[in-house]
T-cell receptor
């Protein structure tokens, strides 16, 4: 049981390049999330997917697209990267804890992205 | 979305209790109050949550004001491992807004 996995762990892009951040969870969770965290700041919600086949905007969706490929996978795409998108990106999934008491978010280890 | 106000930072001595406050005066009646923490260089992790009543678990206690406009996370005996950023998140079903949180420093 790997939990939430993210690839890549690190990435450097040039302005204007595109890339897709991958996220997968093996906990059979329905909802998944993408956040960004700028240095010294809290997490900001980019997009979320309440269930397979649905996606919704969060606080800061501009410049990003997402795909809920199946129940396990939720990808985040930067079509034309900008220096302002330099950040650490966290993926999370939400589901019941082992004792079925609470619907909590489980986070991946993050992807550190630098846009030059 | 409910707005939250938390102190930017707090300090505690090791083995002493810590009370982390949070104001969420615009919370809606159905929002739960969630607390997560983020250890250095890691993703956030769940701490505790509640709706109206005070709650206890193995990590912490959560005291919720009667009008639900504020809450306090209580760490009964702070350890060095508790040094983290603590986020108070009033939230409904799906959309979590983390805010900037409180950075807790634990002194040995």
């Amino acid at each position: 049981n790997a939990g939430v996995t993210q690839t890549p762990k690190f990435q450097v892009l040039k302005t204007g390049q595109s890339m897709t951040l991958q996220c997968a969870q093996d906990m059979n969770h329905n909802s998944m999330y993408w956040y960004r965290q700028d240095p010294g700041m809290g997490l900001r919600l980019i997009y979320y997917s309440a269930s397979e086949g649905t996606t919704d905007k969060g606080e800061v969706p501009n410049g990003y697209n997402v795909s809920r490929l199946n129940k396990r996978e939720f990808s985040l795409r930067l079509e034309s990267a900008a220096p302002s998108q330099t950040s650490v990106y966290f993926c999370a999934s939400r589901g019941w804890d082992s004792l079925l008491r609470y619907n909590e978010q489980f986070f991946g280890p993050g992807t550190r992205l630098t846009v030059l | 979305d409910a707005k939250t106000t938390q102190p930017n930072s707090m300090e505690s001595n090791e083995e002493e209790p810590v009370h982390l406050p949070c104001n969420h005066s615009t919370i809606s009646g159905t929002d739960y109050i969630h607390w997560y923490r983020q250890l250095p260089s890691q993703g956030p992790e769940y701490v505790i949550h509640g709706l109206t009543s005070n709650v206890n678990n193995r990590m912490a206690s959560l005291a919720i004001a009667e009008d639900r406009k504020s809450s306090t996370l209580i760490l009964h005996r702070a350890t060095l491992r508790d040094a983290a950023v603590y986020y108070c998140i009033p939230a409904g079903t799906y959309k979590y807004i983390f805010g900037t949180g409180t950075r807790l420093k634990v002194l040995a």
